[in-house]
């Protein structure tokens, strides 16, 4: 196994807090968490591209929103079919990136269009399955984490850059880590148990969402991208 792209930290940054030789399980547990606090944050994408390629929803409004701020350029927005034909290919002259791209916004000044068929009296809300993505958004955006210029990265393009991933989401992901690291061979929804036949005592502590803890969940809701 290897660090996905989705990685919020690296092998070394968790061995740096604790003793463990099993770098796969490592690997494993930093890709599971990091996809999970992406879960929290409204399906966030936190590495950076110079080619994200995402196809989001229209909504009828001046604003559409992409899932890797923030922005830094856009090299094309197209709107497509159902079949995923193009139908129209947008003028950079016409759209602009909102608030330097830290929201993942793009406005266009006469509105973009609904990608979807709303009935009479019904109400589309942006969480509804029936809303299409059918805008297309190749753009550059994302933050540069600290797995994309580690030495050890093989495919490492981005060795000339300067790490930009929030330090609190490397941390809340370093943490969750090595609490489950430390609770290998144990049930992590509950607080203590027993090796007896019988367990005398125990309590369930909160978890927050996706199965992470309350701290990580915390941490990766302070970058929730909100409906999209």
Known sequence: MALTN??????????GEINHSDE??????????????SVVAG????????????????????????????ISSITSVVLRDATGDPVNTY????????????????????G?????LQAEGYSVFPSDPSVSPLIR?????????????DPRNSANLLGSQTRTLP?????ACIREVVSRLRGLGRDLTIESQTSDAAVTSFRNPRRGLAGLSEQATEVARRYWLGPR
């Open 6 to 15: 989705q990685a919020l930290t690296t092998v070394s940054a968790v061995q």
């Open 24 to 37: 796969q399980r490592i690997e494993r547990l930093i890709n599971t968490v990091s996809e999970s606090m």
């Open 43 to 70: 399906g966030r994408v936190w590495y950076y591209s110079t080619a994200h390629v995402h196809d989001v929803k229209g909504w009828g409004d001046v604003r559409i929103f992409v899932p890797a701020p923030p």
């Open 91 to 110: 003028s950079s002259s016409n759209f602009a990136i909102e608030s330097d791209g830290v929201m993942g916004s793009i406005l266009h000044e006469t």
């Open 112 to 116: 973009w269009p609904k990608t979807y």
């Open 137 to 149: 958004v190749t753009y550059a955006g994302g933050w540069v984490t600290p797995w994309q210029v």
């Open 167 to 171: 330090y609190d989401l490397e941390d």
